[in-house]
């Protein structure tokens, strides 16, 4: 069957059905031909969805091109005011610390003078001592050529471990009781180790000096006493300072002076005791 225009007539099924009330089924030259149906208009019906999905991502694209845009411009806004803050608290800072430096030297002098000079009236102690002692020290008369000697050991020794001690509290490795605690048994057994180190180096220059045997063995007592003491009080009296409120960085020169004055009563005592054993 052929349509009008001679062409073959296409399937019947392709036709789209059209009811005219009661008299059933068009006719066929009436009948609309569904054009949706073909080939042809389904290629361009899928490539017109797939320009549109591709148009659509196009203007997704666009949108967060323009809102990364205004991010970076507010962005770019924000450092240029951060910086413009931070170059001016710089400037401040700058005048701050100017105006600051000479208020600040003299609460330094303030702070350190008092110290200094509480420990030298502190340190005068000493010679009260040795006047006490003038009858043994004039009897045996060697004893006070190395006075100066066990005295500096003592303090060497003793600041020595208020330094290490300062510097564990300045690196926060001393905080906890339990770090403390095992420093503080490390530098007792350290104690004991340089006691007997430096008592057998002080023997041995007493010995070199012809020093006579008495005062030799009070002298070489005397030492290891005072290295020992002078060890423990060194790691402990940072602590104690930090726990009355004063700065631990002081300990270094108080133990000095400390051990200057414990080593004086140390000499003179060990000495009466050993020397009166001997002549005994």
Known sequence: M????????????????VGFGDEGAA??????????????????????????????EIFEL?????????????????QNKNNTSLANTKE???QNEGNNNASSFFISLRDRSSWLVGL???QSCSSFILARNDALLQRHPVIVHFLTMLVGAGGNAGNQASVRVIRGLALKKLNTSNRRNVFLKREVEMALALCFLLSTAGFIRALLFRTPW??????????????????????????????????????STTIQVVMDILGVIFTVQVSSIVLSRFHS
């Open 214 to 251: 008495a005062e030799t063995v009070a002298i070489t007592c005397s030492l290891g006493l005072i290295v020992f003491s002078s060890i423990c009080l060194g790691a402990i009296l940072p602590f104690v300072l930090k726990w009355m409120g004063f700065d631990p960085a002081h300990s």
């Open 120 to 122: 030298l009236v502190f």
């Open 2 to 17: 052929r349509s009008r225009s001679g062409s073959k007539s296409p399937n019947p099924q392709m036709f789209l059905e």
């Open 27 to 56: 006719s066929y030259d009436d009948e609309v031909y569904d054009i949706t149906k073909k080939p042809e208009f389904r290629e361009q019906s899928v490539s017109t969805e797939t320009d549109t999905l591709i148009c659509e």
């Open 92 to 94: 401040r800072e700058q």
């Open 62 to 78: 666009k949108k967060k091109i323009e809102v990364l845009e205004r991010t970076n411009e507010e962005l770019l806004y924000l």
